[in-house]
């Protein structure tokens, strides 16, 4: 990691980490941090970049642009609670979320960093856990951690583990994707049932007399979105509906756009117990977070084909259509209600649910 | 930054935030969490690939290569404690910081994120303060800080304030550095005082009975290290000494390139100050935490030409050569001292200072 080393010739066996908590030594800088990090992090994400241990990882330009002509560079923090929830746990969204943050301008996302921020006290088991689930996604979405970072904070300090992933990856050739490129006619898609993540946090959280089965859609994007690209360069805007949810993206897009973005509520993909606890609770469903979920602008000759790939693909089987762009500089986000009146979806004002990501 | 947002056309005093202090609103995705980033970031980081608030920041890997071949990605989180020091703040840290940990492996610094992870009830202006100091700090460096992130967590969730930069940076051509190119013969050099960094965050915590004008080194090396390559391209290891200390990197530097490192004790540079405070204590000062100081190791016929432009720059003026790589492939770091003797300085083992970056 960012955190110095060598000898990394020697078997990860011979730094197993022998505490069974982390203390305020694993971030010392020495040899205690030094153990910590082979034994959690070199061995598991296990890549020779990761096992130089140097302060930073390096990549020839030339084998970068294999895959495009421009650098996309992103970052998130996630502070989620519980660290383990249905579906998912901070280290499956640590990678998910920035691996889609790179996929949504059309990159090829190549490279992750890690740097976590641990509250003294945490059980090293924990780490490995959430280290292994981090690799399995990264797997799964063909992107290497190979740079990071460990600070240790005393108890009370920190809530548990933060983890913080920047990201690269490099944008093809082919595509300009933009929140300022819908245009009247447009057709605006989403890959499935809207608000999982929100609804596994708080079911997870246990706080409310709710039960529900519902797992949070927490996945990768990026062969999605490539798939969605080959049949279609020319996307106008594609992002990511986390925190703010999907009324919060179209908001954006119809601001940025100077468009008015109309929506069908009867078209929105919902689950029955997404929508159940919703009704329970109050919530709005558009506003839930998302970590699998994505809202894309298309012209409107490409959306059959473009559904038609998402619905061939594991992360796309629910896409459906959901609004359409139209005309009008207002930058409003509109419903029509399935009782056939409308209603103005506004930006999110407040905060729905806490630490959701 | 990477939370979404747009009419960024509108002058940025639209959108100050009302609030004194952070709330859980602020982290929510929606408008409140807009206006935050608006007013705090992207108005004090000043710069359109912010501005434009898209999930990531994208560049021309052909104005890339411009600077050199490879690409350089590194990552810290900063933790410390407190959060304002004689000498810097936790901004001017998470700039220097990962600045110079990609400047040292000869990379011209280039972009910047900034992920923040704050606790509900941080005075709004603390972070206005914390935005100007890493502005400050970037505009020196040459830097700019591009896409971002902004968590907020419950009371007592984290303590203040904790800050994420990832940075990428292009590597020149002519350079080839590492931890494993130590040769027999090669001069080992600092830029300077050591263990201020440290020192100033133990005086600046209060709990000791010391007094000492002793101020923090944190600065970027960035030009500093790109003077040291003009003169000498063949710099054969280099790294900023910051958790662990001059011992760490010493340490990591003998046993990657298996070779014996030794010192002479009445050659490094200590402020009295900070030599007072050690022996009070009982701490070394070869393991206090620097954060404007780098470790070089250089041909010894490249020796006097590297101490000469460093001497010419402000963050090198107090310069010096502190001791010599041997042959032996034991990879120990001995100090030769002021009385004759001779001791290991092994790695750190056990934590000196939590906290301290």
Redesign the interface.
């Known amino acids: 990691m ?6 990394s010739l020697q078997p990860a066996a011979h730094r197993r980490v022998r505490d069974a908590t982390v ?3 694993h ?8 153990d910590l990090i082979e034994d959690v992090f070199v061995s598991t994400f296990d890549n020779p970049t990761l096992a130089a241990l ?9 084998e ?2 294999r895959h ?12 989620v ?1 519980p660290l383990f929830f249905p579906g998912g746990d901070i280290g499956t969204l640590a990678v998910s979320g920035t691996v889609n ?2 996929a ?2 059309g ?1 090829t996302p190549l ?1 992750l ?5 641990i509250e003294e006290g945490l059980a090293v088991d924990i780490l490995r856990r959430v280290a292994a689930s981090m690799q399995r996604v990264a797997l799964d979405a063909g992107v290497a951690i ?4 460990t ?4 108890r ?4 548990k583990l ?1 983890i ?1 992933t ?1 990201g ?1 990856g ?2 093809r050739r082919d595509v300009s994707i ?2 300022r490129n819908a245009r009247a006619g447009d057709v605006v898609i989403v890959n499935g049932y809207l608000g999982d993540h929100g609804a596994a946090i708080l079911m997870a959280r246990q706080q409310l007399a709710l039960e529900a089965d519902v797992e949070s859609d927490c996945c990768p994007l990026g062969s999605l979105i490539a798939a969605m690209l080959d049949a279609c360069p020319e996307i106008h805007c594609l ?2 509906a ?4 999907v009324a ?2 179209l ?2 897009f119809a ?2 756009s100077n468009v008015t973005i109309r929506l069908r509520e009867a078209d929105l993909p919902l689950r029955e117990q997404v929508k159940g606890a919703c009704e329970i609770l109050g919530l709005d469903p558009l ?1 839930l ?1 998302n970590e699998g979920k994505l809202v894309a602008v298309v012209p409107a000759d490409a959306a059959e084909r473009v559904l038609a790939v998402m619905r061939a693909h594991p992360a796309g089987r629910e896409a459906a259509a959901i609004g359409r762009v139209e005309a009008g500089d207002d930058g409003l986000v509109v419903m029509q209600t399935v009782f056939g009146g409308q209603r103005i979806v506004d ?6 649910l ?2 959701i990501c």
Do not use: H
């Open positions: 960012n955190d110095r080393a060598s000898e203390n305020l030594a971030g010392s800088g020495g040899r205690a941090m030094r140097e302060d930073q990882a390096v990549f020839a330009l030339a970068l642009a495009g002509d421009r650098l996309a560079f992103t970052t998130d923090s996630y502070v609670d943050d790179l949504v301008c990159a490279y960093s890690c740097a976590v921020v190979v740079t990071g970072d600070k240790v904070v005393e009370g300090c920190a809530d933060f913080n920047a690269i490099v944008v933009s929140a992002r990511d986390t925190r703010g949810g919060t993206v908001n954006e601001q940025s506003y977070a930006m999110l004002v407040g905060e729905q806490p630490r």
